[in-house]
Structures are given as structure tokens and as C-alpha cells.
């Protein structure tokens, strides 16, 4: 647990490196990232992963939304921290390497359940917009 | 004329500011609602924008002609997004004026990377150990993920400045990943071939494009939606058939 921990904090803020994510948001990103993990990993044996990916990327929409607001930055720079462990790169990954070893069947199976949790990451980060606007209850353009 | 000139550079601000975004990776609501602040905030209180991850599309209603402006080059560079945002919040509240505005903006535009490709390899390889851990692998394999990440980061970084073509660097670099985790299990020094992948190829996999093609959809931008994800399964599968390739070789 302890190490799941530790690696999904430090995986997270070292991704966004990649992206050139501003120096004083690492942290933030890092615990961004491991909290979404942490909800994910206690859920996905008692509901199955889907649902357990959608409350996880709800809370790290929640998370960035408050984050995007305390530190004025744009919500995106911590949402892609934290959706990075939950997104199905894994499973896409396995998806295109039965194609290319001509499992087809298999191939479509694992692909549709990447389709399927890449639209649940989808939709948390949308409720945690919608639930975001709801309580600001000022019109703006955003989505 | 004062007054057109004025609303030209309005534009040319609008479509700077949509274009540094754009390439940096925003969300396409993000770069819309950008352009659109911009233009409202100096008079122009009707605009329209329409944004794909291609090309972008400007006009206002008045007698000035609609501008596009071509995105060949897509990266993501979260750096920039926030100083645009920033930049487009202080336009909105009327501190900056368009002179002080665009000269800001082609600052951000021309601003290197915040991290050394030292640093970013080396980030690419820790990411990648700590993806293995993540995803069920066990500690011995931790040293080999780390390597096989690192170089395969490397090389695509490398491959993309001798070839301009994403697949290719990014079909080359699974390549590189897969060839390095065989050698590593053949060796003894890895264990679990396919956690080692999954973990190493990690720092390529689309996942932030995936989502984001869906959340494009779901906001009712269905060409950028569906170009992302078109882009997105490219580049999965450049990555699988790199790993499957790497896996022929040594049957």
C-alpha cells in the first residue's frame, strides 16, 4: 500500500515534467495524482474498474477544479497528473499488441473496454465541471 | 481607419494567443473561450472561432475578413497554456494594452522548456519504474523498467529531430523498449516481459490525447474530438506494433 502510494505520487509529478509543467505545481500534481490512485485502487475490487475510474477521476476533477482556483492556474495542468495513472495506456497498449498477433477477438474485447474507461475518465472530469459550475452559478463560457 | 487598424491587431492578438495555445495542447473549449475573452475585452463584442487541432478559424461580424492560421506542429507544453491563460485574464481585467499584450505573448511563444533533456529522460525513466510498481510488477524489475524507459524516451526524443514523423520515431522507439526488455529477461536481470513493457513504454502512450478526444466529443467539438482520437489510435498502434515487432525478432 505504502508503495503504491509513494510510486503513483511519483510517477505523477515526474510525468508532468514531461508536459513542462510549471516548477511550483509539481507537488500538486503529485498528490493530485496519488489521491485518484489511491481512490481507484480501494474501489476497483469491490465495484470493478470502470466505476472505480469514474469516482476516481471525479475526485481529481474536484481536486483540480479547487486546486485551479487556490493557486490561479488553469485546471488542465493538474488533471492531466491526475487522470495520468487512471488512463487505460496499459490496456490500449494490450489491445494493439493481440492485433498484431493476429487475436483479433481479443484485440476488439480489450479495445472497447479502453473506450470504455477512457470515456468513464471522461465523464467524472465533466460532473466535477458541471458540479464545479453549479455551485459557482455564474454563467461563463466554459463547457 | 484608426479604428480598423485597431480591430486588425484585435485579430492578429486573438488568433496569437489561440495559436500558442492550440500548439501547446489546450483543450479546444479552452482556446475558444480564450480568443473569445481577448476579443471582448477590446471592443469586439461579436466573434466567432472555430478551432481544430489543425487549423484555426477567427472572424468577427464586422467588415474585417476571417483569418485562419495552420498548426502543424502539436505538443504538450503546460507551461505555456498557464502564462496564455494568465496573460488573457490580466486583457480581460484591463491591465494590458494590445501593444504590452502581443509583446508578452511572443515572449511565451518563444520560451524554451523549463526542464534539460537530461532531466526530462531522466523523468521518463522514473515515471516508467514507478508505472511497473503501479501495475502489479515486483521491486527487481523496478532497475530494468527504469533503463528500458529512459532510452525509450530518449530515442524518440532523438528520432523526432532526424525524422519528422511521429509514427515512425514513435514505432521505433517501442522498438528500442522492446528490444532492451528482452535483453533485460534473456539476461536474467528482468522477469515479467509484459510488466516491464506496459511500465517502460509508458512516457509514449497517448493517454492524456485519448481522454481528451472524449471530452472534446462530449462538448460538442466532434472534429477535434474525433481527430484526437484518430491521432490518439496511431499512435497506440505504433507503440504495439514496435512491441510486437521487438517479440518476432527473438521467435
Not at chain 1, 459550475?133 to 463547457?143: A, N
Not at chain 2, 469586439?44 to 474585417?64: C, D, K, N, R, W
Not at chain 2, 505504433?238 to 517479440?247: E, L, M, Q, R, T
Request: neutral net charge; contains cysteine; glycine residues 8%.
Amino acid at each position: 500500500m505504502w508503495a503504491q502510494l509513494m510510486t503513483s505520487f511519483v510517477a505523477a509529478a515526474t510525468f508532468v515534467i514531461l508536459f513542462n509543467a510549471p516548477k511550483k505545481s509539481l507537488l500538486q500534481c503529485g498528490l493530485v495524482g496519488m489521491l485518484g490512485w489511491l481512490l481507484y485502487i480501494l474501489l476497483r475490487g469491490e465495484v470493478g474498474e470502470a466505476p472505480a475510474v469514474l469516482s476516481a477521476s471525479l475526485l481529481v476533477g474536484i481536486l483540480c477544479q479547487l486546486f485551479a482556483r487556490f493557486y490561479r492556474t488553469p485546471v488542465i495542468i493538474f488533471s492531466v497528473a491526475g487522470i495520468i495513472p487512471l488512463v487505460p495506456g496499459g490496456m490500449a497498449y494490450n489491445a494493439m499488441r493481440q492485433f498484431v498477433e493476429n487475436r483479433y477477438t481479443a484485440a476488439i474485447e480489450t479495445g472497447a473496454e479502453t473506450i470504455v474507461i477512457a470515456g468513464a475518465i471522461a465523464v467524472g472530469l465533466v460532473l466535477s465541471e458541471v458540479l464545479n459550475q453549479m455551485l459557482r452559478r455564474r454563467p461563463r463560457g466554459q463547457m | 481607419m484608426d479604428q480598423k487598424i485597431s480591430i486588425y491587431e484585435t485579430i492578429e492578438l486573438c488568433l496569437l494567443a489561440g495559436k500558442i495555445m492550440l500548439q501547446s495542447g489546450a483543450e479546444t473549449y479552452r482556446v475558444e473561450d480564450t480568443m473569445v475573452r481577448i476579443a471582448t475585452a477590446f471592443g469586439l463584442a461579436e466573434s466567432h472561432s472555430y478551432v481544430t487541432p489543425t487549423a484555426l478559424i477567427f472572424s468577427t461580424s464586422g467588415e474585417q475578413p476571417a483569418k485562419l492560421i495552420r498548426i502543424e506542429e502539436r505538443t504538450t507544453d503546460l507551461h505555456k497554456i498557464a502564462e496564455v491563460n494568465a496573460i488573457s485574464r490580466r486583457i480581460a481585467s484591463g491591465e494590458l494594452s494590445a501593444r504590452d499584450a502581443k509583446e508578452l505573448l511572443l515572449k511565451a511563444e518563444s520560451a524554451s522548456f523549463n526542464y534539460t533533456l537530461p532531466v526530462q529522460i531522466l523523468a521518463a525513466a522514473v515515471t516508467s519504474a514507478c508505472f511497473l510498481i503501479m501495475f502489479g510488477g515486483t521491486w527487481p524489475d523496478f532497475l530494468p523498467a527504469l533503463l528500458a524507459g529512459g532510452s525509450g524516451f530518449a530515442a524518440v526524443v532523438y528520432l523526432h529531430r532526424i525524422v519528422q514523423v511521429k509514427f515512425f520515431s514513435e514505432f521505433s522507439a517501442a522498438l528500442v523498449v522492446g528490444l532492451l526488455d528482452l535483453l533485460f529477461v534473456w539476461l536474467g536481470f528482468g522477469r515479467e516481459f509484459d510488466k516491464i513493457a506496459i511500465g517502460s513504454v509508458m512516457p509514449l502512450v497517448p493517454g492524456l490525447l485519448i481522454t481528451n478526444a472524449i471530452r472534446d466529443l462530449m462538448a460538442g467539438h466532434l472534429v477535434s474530438g474525433i481527430s484526437k482520437g484518430a491521432d490518439a489510435c496511431l499512435t497506440a498502434f505504433a507503440i504495439g506494433a514496435g512491441i510486437a515487432v521487438a517479440i518476432l525478432f527473438f521467435h
